[in-house]
């Protein structure tokens, strides 16, 4: 009884501690650098990148396997129900002269002799090591080389399109929040020159306010923050998504965004060979050169050693045993037809790789080209929006002293730190904006 009483009173004190501990990782906040870490930790996608490397590097040890002595093992057993017979006639094989004058038949009478027994068995050992193959199995051990290189690549540009999306959700929720601040002023301004009207209207002070017109535009201002607030919801659960957090509800830290010095445009264009679509594109064309190299070697036969021991017991007319030693040819006179079409083939693909890599260092450049100009377009408007948050604080001063003097009514307050607010939104949107293009430019040239 003790027991289920303690049982009762613990029971709700699990269930809020429980509760507690949810929300508290509802609550999480969640630095840049750890939605990057955890969105590579937990990717799908990049667990199946990394499967494949492997897959690829067993296939690799799979056919180095091949330039080794091939050795099997056979053997047989069988029980004969009727034995063969072998009858040699009297006088078949001839005759000899006997002592007394006469002759003695070879054999002198009928002879039967039994070919076998009936359990025969037999077993063979035998190994073949390849000659002339060894330069097309390494040629395909250099494909394989390829293969897994380029998956370690295609994994390399999956982390950095997932580290740059998570970037651009992470910026754009801020950016989102500091805009819905700046809703929320306007919002706060047009319920102050409703509350002003209102107060006017039933003071007589006036008969000429349009009351209807200043609902009309509270609302929108409270559409206004609405839309903000389903925007940063949006974003956070795309954020939610693409890291694989568990949770119903995210938290970001703010930042404080800092100015990185750019290089020079050239040096980026240079950076561009680091870039993982460039260097996917030059092993595809490698590739193609070992394919190439592949189809011209595949029309060579194919000569190697073979040797084995065989072993037998049940057959008197084949020896015991036999060791044996040789050399093996064999060659598809098809593959001199097959072949030349294959290698056409190999060559049509390195035609493809070739154009590949020339459009991707056009593409590349015209990206990198367009990033920078954003990097210097955002550089621009955060030194005039920093003027404007500049000269907004100084009004907002002048009508702080104001109300402190008693010369300022409330609607222009709200309207200075609505305007402040705007101000300040342009220059965190500008900075983060600056941000977001140097991350774009460092995916580009693969140093992200």
């Known amino acids: ?106 054999p002198e009478t009928d002879t039967k002799l039994k070919l076998g027994q009936r359990s025969t068995y037999n077993i063979e050992l035998s190994a073949y090591q390849p000659l002339l193959e060894q330069a097309k199995i390494k040629t395909g051990l250099d494909i394989d080389r390829k293969e897994i290189e380029l998956s370690e690549k295609e994994k390399t540009k999956l982390s950095r399109e997932l580290k740059l999306a998570v970037q651009k ?13 700046e809703a929320s002023a306007r919002l706060e301004l047009a319920k102050a020159k409703l509350l002003d009207a209102e107060t006017a209207l039933e003071a007589g002070k006036t008969i000429g306010v349009n009351i209807a017109g200043l609902k009309a535009q509270m609302a929108e201002e409270q559409q ?15 954020l939610l998504n693409v890291t694989n957090i568990n949770a119903g509800n995210i938290n970001i830290a703010p930042v404080n965004p800092s100015i990185e010095p750019l290089a020079t445009l050239e040096s980026y264009h240079t950076g561009i060979t680091t870039n993982p679509d460039m260097q996917i594109a030059l092993l ?6 070992l394919g190439i190299k592949a189809a011209k070697q595949s029309r060579l036969p194919d000569i190697g050693l073979i040797g084995g021991y065989y072993y037998q017991k049940g057959n008197p007319l084949l020896p015991g045993s036999s060791p044996y030693v040789g050399i093996n040819l064999k060659w598809n006179i098809q593959d001199l037809f097959s072949g030349q079409q294959v290698l056409h083939q190999r060559e049509a693909q390195l035609k493809q790789s070739e154009y590949n890599i020339a459009y991707q260092q056009q593409q590349l450049n015209v990206e990198v080209d367009k990033a920078y100009r954003k990097i210097n377009q955002a550089a621009a408007l955060m030194d005039v929006a920093g003027k404007a948050v500049q000269y907004r604080n100084e009004e907002l001063k002048l009508q702080e002293d104001k109300q402190a003097s008693g010369l300022d009514i409330k609607t222009s307050m709200a309207e200075v730190k609505a305007s402040l ?13 600056y941000l977001l293009a140097i991350a774009e430019l460092k995916s580009l040239t693969g140093s992200l």
């Open 1 to 106: 009884m003790k027991l289920d009483i303690k049982r009762c009173l613990l029971l709700p004190f699990v269930l809020i501690m429980g509760f507690s501990a949810i929300k508290a990782q509802d609550n999480k906040t969640y630095t840049l650098q750890e939605l990057m870490d955890s969105a590579t930790a937990n990717s799908h996608l990049l667990a199946i990148k990394s499967w494949q490397v492997r897959e690829k590097m067993s296939k690799l040890k799979e056919d180095g396997i091949k330039r080794y002595p091939a050795a099997s093992l056979s053997g047989t057993y069988q029980y004969n129900f009727s034995l063969p017979d072998l009858v040699i006639p009297a006088g078949m094989i001839g005759s000899v002269p006997v002592g007394t004058g006469g002759t003695q038949l070879l």
């Open 169 to 181: 959700l992470y910026y754009g929720i801020l950016i989102a929040q500091k805009q819905q601040e």
């Open 224 to 238: 206004n923050v609405l839309k903000q607030n389903i925007l940063i919801q949006d974003y956070k659960s795309e």
């Open 284 to 289: 595809s064309r490698d590739k193609a050169l």
């Open 421 to 433: 607010a705007k101000a300040e939104a342009d220059y965190y949107a500008a900075r983060l904006s």
